[in-house]
């Protein structure tokens, strides 16, 4: 599966809030975090604890052209 999930809103201080997947629809980043966590986008995306809050984050795979943000 590739990367193909885009952010369409961030917090004031960074956090990516609203994301757009490749059919149009946006979740918000706790959706993206259960669908991460039900193995909807294994290999290219994980969540991480940031501040105690769960975040989803690109795999690294030595692009930065598909990474989030």
Same mark, same amino acid.
């Given at each position: 599966?590739? @990367?193909? *999930? $885009?952010v369409?809103?961030e917090? $004031?201080? +960074?956090?990516?809030?609203? =994301?757009?997947?490749?059919?149009? @629809?946006e *979740?918000?980043?706790q959706? =993206?975090?259960?669908? *991460?966590?039900? +193995? ?10 940031i ?7 690109s795999n690294?795979?030595? @692009? ?6």
């Amino acid at each position: 599966m590739a @990367k193909n *999930i $885009k952010v369409t809103k961030e917090s $004031k201080t +960074g956090r990516n809030q609203r =994301f757009e997947k490749p059919n149009g @629809k946006e *979740i918000s980043r706790q959706e =993206f975090v259960k669908e *991460i966590e039900q +193995g909807k986008h294994e290999g290219d995306y994980h969540n991480r604890k940031i501040n105690k809050v769960k975040t989803p984050v690109s795999n690294p795979d030595g @692009k930065n052209r598909n990474n989030l943000g």
